[in-house]
């Protein structure tokens, strides 16, 4: 349940970046904060994700499901 719970914190984590990038992106100020740095920000917390769920089910914390239908 932990993992489930810091998984969907990231994954909101994620999408408020996305949104202070786009944000960034409409106001065209060129003397404000980069816009890669929110997308950086979003392309490392994608691979905590990623890593954090491999190993969970390396660990057994988590298991796959074994069909997919």
């Known amino acids: 349940m932990l993992v489930k ?9 994620m999408v408020y970046n996305l949104f202070m990038a ?4 409409l106001k065209h100020d ?5 816009m890669s740095k929110y997308i950086g920000r979003r392309v ?6 990623v890593v954090m769920i ?3 089910m390396a660990m057994g914390i988590i ?5 997919p239908y």
């Open 54 to 56: 491999l190993l969970a």
């Open 63 to 67: 298991t796959p499901n074994p069909r």
């Open 22 to 25: 786009m944000r960034i992106m």
């Open 44 to 49: 490392i917390t994608s691979l905590i994700i």
């Open 5 to 13: 719970v810091i998984v969907g914190g990231l994954l909101l984590y």
């Open 30 to 34: 060129p003397d404000g904060a980069p």
